[in-house]
T-cell receptor, first 113, second 109 residues
């Protein structure tokens, strides 16, 4: 089944404790991205990757890192999480960036205390 | 910067009604427009993708139209059912997807 998977689905952590949210797709997509969703602000893009070893900032990249060492995986790294990073995070992928349908993972609900 | 607006923010209709959700965007230089459905606490499910060169797309009881020149799209849902209750998100694509804040739809039996 074609899908985007994320782990963990739920995470509660404390300020400053490094964490990684994994994202994997099995559709051989070149383009992958991360979004966060907050009440009243909607979905905003954090980082994106056009292909392996090619990443760039989205609208709200501060406090996040990403890497793309393999085509199928695109982990989101929070080196020192803060409470304002409490949010619902989505990973998405598409064949290429433009013109193609984007597929979203199930989301990761992160709470930073 | 692209601004995407969805009206209404919330909508409640009785089962069986036909309804229209609206989406407007400020920059017509888009590659495509995608409608998503989001159930509470869940991920986004893609409903329809309209390329910038297309005027509409249909899938079952759903029909989405696109008027790029006026910066508008509509999602038409025919014969609504309680299972259609969800938040519907419109997103316009160029270099990234820019999302509206959604329309929360409740279909009552």
């Amino acid at each position: 089944e074609a899908q985007v998977t994320q782990n963990p689905r739920y995470l509660i952590t404390v300020t400053g404790k490094k964490l990684t949210v994994t994202c994997s797709q099995n559709m051989n997509h070149e383009y992958m991205s991360w979004y966060r969703q907050d009440p009243g602000l909607g979905l905003r893009q954090i980082y994106y990757s056009m292909n392996v070893e090619v990443t760039d900032k989205g609208d709200v990249p501060e406090g996040y890192k990403v890497s793309r060492k393999e085509k199928r995986n695109f982990p989101l790294i929070l080196e020192s999480p803060s409470p304002n990073q409490t949010s619902l995070y989505f990973c998405a992928s598409s064949l290429k960036r433009e013109r193609y349908e984007q597929y979203f993972g199930p989301g990761t609900r992160l709470t930073v205390t | 910067k692209q601004e995407v607006t969805q009206i209404p923010a919330a909508l409640s209709v009785p089962e069986g009604e036909n309804l229209v959700l609206n989406c407007s965007f400020t920059d017509s230089a888009i590659y495509n427009l995608q409608w998503f459905r989001q159930d509470p606490g869940k991920g986004l499910t893609s409903l329809l993708l309209i390329q910038s060169s297309q005027r509409e797309q249909t899938s079952g009881r759903l029909n989405a139209s696109l008027d790029k020149s006026s910066g508008r799209s509509t999602l038409y849902i025919a014969a609504s059912q309680p299972g259609d209750s969800a938040t519907y998100l419109c997103a316009v694509g160029r270099h990234a997807l820019n999302f509206g804040k959604g329309t929360s739809l409740l279909v009552t039996p």
